[in-house]
Each structure stands twice: as C-alpha cells, then as structure tokens.
C-alpha cells in the first residue's frame, strides 16, 4: 500500500473525503500493521506484547470512527457512485478496502485470519463493524444498503429457470421443492442438527430468493429434514441455531454470516425480494406468507427465524430457546423482534437468563400459533399454507410488517448490532464459553443441552 499516493475520486454533486483525512487513516493504519507485525502471531505473544498491541490497535479503530462520523455519506456515495450501483456487504467491504486504504480490513488480511482459531485472530472484523454501523447509521446510505440487500443474488437467478421448469433444487444445505403452490424449504445438514455457518446461510437465501421470485409460488413453508446425528437419529429438528464448533475455529464471519444473515434472507422473509429490471409502479419487492414448522427444538438462530414467520407450527414435545448469555454473542435481530412478540418481561428471562419456553406451556402461545402432537404437524401445515393463499392476505402482511417493524428502526437497531456483534466475536468471555463446545460433535444442541 502506496499511501503517499492515496487520492480522492472527485463526484459531481457530493464532496469528496479530503486527500488529509485518506492519507492520515491510511498512515495510521500501515504503522499499526507494521506494528502487529513485528511482535509475531498473536497466539505467541506476551502479556506485555498483547496490551502494545491492543493500545495500537484501539487508536487506529478510534481513528476509523471519528473518519466514518465525519465523511460516511462521502464514502459510501464514492463506493457505489451515488448510489447507482447496489454492492452487497462483501461487495462494500471489498471496494471500502481498495479506494480507502486503511479503513476497512484488505483481503489478504482475511485471508490470513481464517487460518488461524476465533481466539488467535487479530479482530480484523471489528473494523469492518465500525464501517457498516457508521454506513447504516446514515438515513440516506443505510436506506440504499437495505435496498441493496434485498436484490436477488446471482445463485437464485442461476437456478431460478431450473426451479420454474422442474420445482425442484438441491442445495448444499437446504432441499427446495414445490408441492402444489407451496414450495416446501427442509434444511437438511443431518449430521449437525441444522446448525448455521456460513454455508448454511448461503444456500438460505439463494432458497428464500427463489421461492420469492418463482411464480409458481404462493406460500413458502419451512421445516427441519431427518438428523442422523447420534442423539437424533431418525428425528427431525428444526434447528441447532448458530455453530458452535465452527465459530470456535474461526469459520464463522461477521460479513458473511452474522451481517449478511439478518440484511439478506431474514429480511427477505419480511420485505420480499427487490427483483431485477423495470420496478412496479405498484410495490417494490415481490413477498410471500411464510409457514414454519418446529420439530424438536428451535434453538437460537432457529428460534430467531420464528420471529419472522406468519404462521407457526410446533409438535408438542418442541422447545424453543436463545441462550445468549450461554454464547456470550448477541442473538441477532432477536432482541428487537422477541420484546415486540412476548414482552419485555419473558424477553429478559429467555435471552438473558436461558429460559427453555416449551411448545405445551401457556407463554409458547406468544412465539407458536398451533401446538400439535408430532404424527399431525403434516396435516396443520397443509391447512395453514391453504388459509395464507390469495392476494388480500399479501398485501395485509404487509402492512401488518411494515407497523411492527417499520424499516427505519431495523436500519438503527442494525448500526449498533453490527458493531457490537464484531465485539462480541472477539471478547474474551464469549472465546471461553465458545471454547466449551470446541470438542462437542458439531452444533449446540451437543451433550447438555437435550
């Protein structure tokens, strides 16, 4: 990196980031590099090391800050020339890090991040969360990047032909298939209980995309596939929440799974896809009703996802449950939308102190709309698809989504989450309790907690 020749992009209509403010982050940043450097892999460093290196560390992030607080409209307009273009979160990063030298993590720096275990990086994340929460802090950035994320991604408009022809899709962790109008989403990764990563939420929202956009559609329904994992074997489950194993080995990144899962598929399970082309005068997103259906347990990212769907189905013997304080992370946008569905009271017990809420007792009823015994899920969740049929029901769930979550406070809640989530990846409370499962089979729904 050549910061001596750093130059702003001049815009018509938008003034451009000062060549004094580049160059000086761009300074700061190569001198904190050089520094990280000469003390060697951060698992081999001294006490006294380790505080040099975080006191360095900690200026330059204040550095970052205060440049994103003065000039974050500057430069997201600079990245996506005024806002013509809709860049992805990796897509942003990606151009953050070559025209803004110094602001955002370069991609060498990645790479060599995921070599290394969750609690042997250098936290490189935490600043590309002090570029997004400063981004969608903007009213006028944050708004385009919502936007942005709401397009259909290149997977689903790959093998959207595929799925209108033959109504069938294989992914890697997911199985999309139309029955009829309903096209029926089973999250299939057997052998770790539907335990979220990065794949997982990949081939989720190229699913979602496609149910969205497939005109053939016109109720997704979503339920967990047959486990062959030891304790369950033969059982379905809906999901393990988040992956513990992998987040303790590094392999589970801010951008790509705790960003992209809540701007991407979770939102598009309340907004609908923003489709390629001409716009309809009439609505901008194409959105559909969303039945789910609970097998077993809907743990953590799995109980999240119930906070989005229009109707709820869960056996009998089903819990659900965000055992947040267990992980020490933030579960998702769950903190918002569980206060909204069940009060503030329950909310603090379940995300605070782990409270298990079961499918038989009175408080499920807040989270779960039917209760049915395991051998009659299949019957409930073909007569709730059928009631959520016709165009009235769509454009009343939508103005319900848009009274109880208006898109404004999403945008705000998710300028803080983005950045205290990049802090909990890297806090020394959430690497011990992660750290616990490291030996566990895969997943979170491992030895205590079934």
């Known amino acids: 990196m050549n910061v001596d020749h ?33 003390l060697g892999e951060p698992s081999n460093r001294s006490p006294e090391q380790r505080a040099e290196a975080d006191a360095a560390v900690d200026a330059a992030r204040a550095l970052r800050a205060a440049f994103m607080d003065t000039h974050a409209e500057a430069v997201y307009d600079e990245l996506t020339d005024h806002r013509s273009r809709h860049l992805r979160l990796a897509e942003l990063v990606q151009e953050a890090a070559a025209r803004f030298p110094g602001l955002v993590p370069t991609a060498e720096q990645l790479a060599a991040e995921r070599t290394r275990a969750q609690a042997h990086k250098e936290g ?11 981004v969608l802090r903007s009213p006028t950035a944050g708004a385009h990047l919502l936007d942005a994320m709401l397009k259909p991604t290149p997977a689903a408009l790959a093998l959207l032909p595929e799925f209108t022809r033959t109504g069938t899709v294989r992914l890697r962790s997911v199985t999309v298939e139309r029955r009829g109008a309903v096209t029926h989403l089973t999250m299939c990764r057997e052998d770790s209980l539907n335990a979220e990563d990065d794949q997982q939420v990949d081939d989720m929202e190229t699913a979602v995309d496609l149910v969205l956009l497939d005109p053939g559609t016109e109720v997704g329904l979503l339920r967990g596939g047959v486990m062959s994992h030891p304790r369950h074997r033969g059982r379905r489950i809906f999901s393990a929440g988040i992956n513990l194993k992998a987040l303790h080995g590094g392999g589970i990144s801010l951008v790509d799974f705790l960003l992209r899962r ?30 789910a259906v609970v097998d077993g347990f809907a743990i953590g990212g799995g109980a999240q996802l119930l906070l989005l769907f229009d109707h709820v189905i869960a056996a009998s013997d089903a819990y659900v449950s965000l055992p947040a304080a267990q992980e020490g992370i933030i579960p998702g946008v769950a903190n918002f939308r569980l206060t909204r569905s069940v009060g503030p009271r329950l909310a603090r017990q379940v995300i605070l102190e782990g409270r298990r809420v079961h499918a038989s007792e009175p408080a499920a009823r807040l989270i779960i709309d039917e209760v049915r015994e395991p051998t009659a899920l299949d019957a409930a969740a073909a007569e709730s698809a059928e009631r959520l049929r016709g165009t009235a029901v769509l454009a009343n769930r939508r103005m319900l989504n848009l009274a109880e979550e208006p898109t404004d406070q999403f945008r705000s809640y998710m300028a803080e989450f983005a950045l205290q989530q990049a802090l909990r990846l890297y806090d020394a409370d959430v690497l011990d309790k992660v750290s616990r499962f490291s030996g566990a089979s895969v997943g979170k729904a491992a030895p205590a907690r079934d």
């Open 6 to 38: 750093v130059s702003a992009r001049p815009h018509v209509g938008t003034p451009a980031v000062p060549d004094s403010a580049r160059l000086a982050l761009a300074r700061a940043a190569e001198a904190t590099s050089t520094l990280l450097a000469g």
């Open 124 to 134: 490189h994340e935490i600043d590309q969360g002090i570029f997004f929460s400063r």
């Open 262 to 291: 809540e701007l991407g598929y979770l939102h598009k399970l309340i907004r609908g896809v923003r489709p390629e082309g001409t716009a309809d005068w009439r609505r901008s997103t194409v959105d559909k009703p969303w039945v």
